[in-house]
């Protein structure tokens, strides 16, 4: 369930952390608009998987577009660069 709330809602804090559970996170507003969030240290963790996960694939589609273009290296090059290293 979405769950927002003004900032001024932190006097009482621990009103508004009953309200934080997994999956549902807490959107704190400030003047109207969206400023925060509190979400469960759980959520945390699979939100910063994801951003991983995204930067992992984005890396591995950038290196097959550049193979792509500029072509594949072969197996013994590949194995060569990284005795080098």
Do not use: C
């Not at 932190?10 to 549902?24: Q, T, W």
């Not at 704190?28 to 509190?38: D, F, P, Q």
């Not at 930067?55 to 577009?65: P, T, Y």
Request: glycine share 8%.
């Amino acid at each position: 369930m979405l769950s927002i709330a003004p900032i001024s809602d932190l006097r009482n804090y621990g009103n508004v952390l009953e309200k934080v559970d997994a999956g549902s996170p807490v959107y704190l507003t400030k003047n109207g608009r969206g400023a925060y969030s509190i979400r469960t240290i759980e959520d945390e963790e699979k939100f910063q998987k994801a951003e991983a996960m995204i930067r992992l694939f984005s890396e591995l589609n950038a290196g097959i577009r550049s193979a792509e273009e500029d072509g594949w290296i072969s197996e013994d090059a590949f194995i060569e660069h990284f005795k080098r290293k």
